[in-house]
């Protein structure tokens, strides 16, 4: 078992107005990707209407989505594939995506046109930083974090995302019953993530099977990826964990 390095996120209240927050250790790199024609077009056409501008105050998700519905976030899509997949199969569900990288979004954008979906919006910033004031307490239905960077160096732990702090303040966005869903094919930072999750207060394991190990099977609304598809047929492991907010 892996013991994770403490992080510190700061919460809206933890500087006075006007004093700039402490600098975070962030979980993401910045990588200068290369944005296809394709991208770039769904960018300038789809982006004024998906796209939200960051902001530090909260989010009316009923005037954005145009009505009331459970709401999902997600934390670093990537190209957005399964984001769309799982979009298209819960229409009664609006999902609001965090990705920090343009081609992701981009891509994501393309399928959203693609697809004819009106149930996604995106948000291009650092989820922490969204989370803490974008989104209010007890408003999500789900969280979903899918193949976050393992940050495999020992060094490199501290940047992992999934830390006691950041797990707080997820679990204090979730509405009673809702639900964290993360996945991952890196075992040290599977065991990671259910040692932080399982110690959360706030959280319960949705999958308690001993057998499993406390991890869950892959719920039917995640698709495989090409290269989820590739590992496990080269004999390598996938974990999924979910837990929910408890009731009380």
């Known amino acids: ?47 004024p209407r998906f796209v939200l501008p960051y902001e530090p105050q909260p989010l009316h998700a009923e005037q954005v989505f145009g009505r009331q519905a459970p709401l999902i976030l997600e934390i670093g899509f990537g190209m957005g594939e399964t984001t769309a997949q799982i979009a298209q199969g ?16 981009g891509a994501l954008l393309k399928r959203i046109g693609e697809l004819g979906l009106t ?47 950041f797990v707080a303040l997820l679990a204090s966005r979730l509405r009673p019953g809702g639900y964290v869903h993360c996945a991952t094919d890196w ?11 399982s110690a959360e207060p706030l959280l319960i394991n949705a999958s308690p099977d001993a ?3 406390g991890y869950a099977p892959r719920p039917a609304y995640r698709p495989l990826t090409k290269f989820e598809q590739r590992g496990l047929r080269l004999g390598h492991g996938v974990w999924d964990l979910v837990f929910r907010r408890r009731d009380g």
């Open 211 to 213: 057998s499993l190990g």
């Open 1 to 47: 078992m892996i013991t994770p390095t403490p992080q510190t996120f700061p919460t809206p209240e933890a500087a006075p107005p006007g004093v700039p927050h402490p600098k975070t250790i962030r979980s993401f790199v910045r990588r200068a990707g290369r944005t296809t024609s394709g991208q770039a077009k769904a960018l300038a056409e789809l982006g």
């Open 90 to 105: 819960q229409p009664e569900v609006d999902f609001l995506g965090c990705e920090v990288h343009e081609p992701g979004v």
């Open 119 to 165: 149930n996604v919006r995106i948000v291009q910033h650092d989820a922490v930083e969204v989370l803490q004031h974008m989104i209010a307490a007890a408003s999500l239905a789900g969280v979903h974090i899918f193949f976050p960077d393992p940050w495999h160096k020992k060094r490199h732990h501290k940047r992992r995302l999934i830390q006691p702090p």
């Open 187 to 197: 075992q040290p930072y599977a065991e990671q993530m259910l040692q932080v999750l």
